[in-house]
């Protein structure tokens, strides 16, 4: 079987596993162990060893964690915690777009930005995403190791390029991403449960690398939002029809089966991988809630269009953030290389 067909199905089945193995077990956040399968397969390596998986747990706990020490700061001196969570936001853009340490930036972003958010409502609640996090990487770690002789990868798989950004490109993506971030996650202070999943879009879109880039990626975010939404909701129709584990299974296997052939070039597109990836993203992190909405007698379609309106929102917003604040940095850049010669000349 050729290599791109094995990562699609390897995926799939992973994705599919693990959106099971998270209602059997009966997460909390039972979005959190496929939407790790997808992040962690949708990435051309084999499985970790279990030597690494220990690591990746305790990287976790140690990076969220420092979420549940902004509580007490926010509950009693919330500008020191405003002052320390931005902090936290630039130091973690700084680990992705400056030193390539990706999964520790994401992990330290989602400790002060989602966990301290959650723990405004309830501490019990920011112990649980924490919680959460921890068990969906196990989750989707272990589901790679069962479908992983299945669809084996190769022995070394070709990585992306290191990123070239210079100290100052770094800087300034971290502080960038910093301003974009900080008035969704105060805004988020005010209905936390509401609004943690909205964050993850704001985040996202906050660490991108370039003008171009950002600009891009903001149509590629709004555009993936969407998909996702549709998928969830032809998801979640389709599951109303016969609802139990097996048709779970079975949807979440032709999900990945299409978002995976998008995503690794099976089937044709004109989005890249990114855009697929954040789409299946989009599609658990909207429909896991629907479940638990059902299962509490809410209205499922008026709480999804609610959520789906902010997701929506929250993107549009950090993309307009983003694309001001690269004009204003152009602008700026443009000037002081227009006075540069008239400064050299008076000092000739």
């Not at 209602?23 to 399968?37: D, N, Q, T, Y």
């Not at 969220?64 to 919330?78: K, N, Q, R």
């Not at 994401?106 to 409502?121: C, K």
């Not at 032709?254 to 089937?267: D, H, R, S």
């Amino acid at each position: 079987m050729p290599l791109p067909a094995r990562r699609v199905f390897r995926l799939a089945l992973v994705m599919a596993l693990s959106a099971v193995a998270a209602f059997v077990l009966g997460l909390k956040f039972s979005f959190m162990p496929p939407v790790m399968a997808v992040l962690l397969t949708a990435l051309p390596l084999p499985p970790p060893r279990p030597k690494a998986v220990l690591v990746l747990m305790v990287v976790i706990v140690l990076t969220t964690g420092v979420g549940l020490l902004m509580i007490p700061l926010l509950l009693h001196y919330p500008l020191t915690a405003v002052l320390l969570v931005g902090l936290g936001v630039y130091v973690s853009a700084y680990l992705m777009v400056g030193l390539r340490q990706d999964a520790l930036g994401i992990f330290l972003a989602t400790g002060f930005v989602l966990v301290s958010v959650m723990g405004v409502a309830s501490e019990a609640l920011a112990r649980a995403m924490i919680e959460g996090m921890a068990t969906g990487a196990a989750v989707a770690v272990f589901c790679q190791w069962l479908v992983a002789p299945l669809f084996p990868e190769e022995p070394t798989p070709s990585l992306p390029s290191p990123s070239q950004n210079g100290t100052g490109q770094a800087d300034w993506i971290a502080l960038r991403g910093t301003l974009v971030v900080l008035p969704v996650w105060l805004a988020a202070l005010h209905a936390p449960f509401t609004w943690a999943a909205a964050l993850t879009k704001a985040l996202t879109i906050g660490q991108q690398r370039s003008y171009d880039g950002a600009r891009l990626a903001g149509l590629e975010l709004v555009g993936s939002t969407f998909t996702g939404g549709l998928l969830a909701v032809v998801f979640w129709l389709l599951l109303g029809i016969l609802p139990n584990l097996w048709i779970l299974f079975l949807l979440a296997l032709l999900a990945g089966l299409y978002g995976g052939g998008k995503l690794f070039g099976v089937l044709p597109s004109r989005f890249p991988a990114t855009f697929w990836s954040n789409s299946l993203v989009t599609m658990w992190i909207l429909l896991a809630p629907a479940v638990s909405d059902s299962e509490v007698g809410k209205d499922v379609y008026q709480a999804f269009f609610q959520r789906f309106m902010l997701f929506l929102g929250v993107t549009l917003y950090a993309w307009a953030a983003l694309v001001l604040l690269e004009s204003w940095r152009a602008r700026y850049n443009g000037s002081r290389r227009r006075k540069a010669p008239d400064t050299h000349a008076a000092i000739v």
